[in-house]
């Protein structure tokens, strides 16, 4: 586990309207469109896709294997990955 510094953290409201999701934030971030938002999930994934050099953003499905997420119900239908030491915040 790395110290966290609060110079690296990755604001996603810089990329997405966050009114438009429900997240989690931490060393990952995991985020649903909401119902009746005015993007779509596609939309929300392209926008953050290369934002950050520091976080990896994907698809549910197409989570690496190791990760053990990519089938599970309880996963959001985006996940982010950010590097050791970084934090996700809205």
């Not at 990755?10 to 429900?22: C, H, K, L, M, Q």
């Not at 985020?31 to 896709?49: C, M, P």
């Not at 950010?82 to 809205?90: A, K, P, S």
């Amino acid at each position: 586990m790395a110290d966290i510094n609060c110079s690296r953290v990755i604001n996603i409201g810089e990329f997405i309207d966050v009114s438009a999701v429900r997240n989690t934030e931490g060393p990952m971030g995991r985020l649903q469109v909401l119902e009746g938002a005015n993007t779509s999930l596609e939309a929300v994934f392209q926008d953050l896709r290369c934002s950050n050099e520091h976080m990896r953003v994907y698809l549910r499905e197409q989570l690496p294997v190791r990760t053990h997420y990519a089938n599970h119900r309880r996963i959001e239908p985006i996940f982010i990955d950010v590097d050791n030491g970084w934090n996700l915040f809205r």
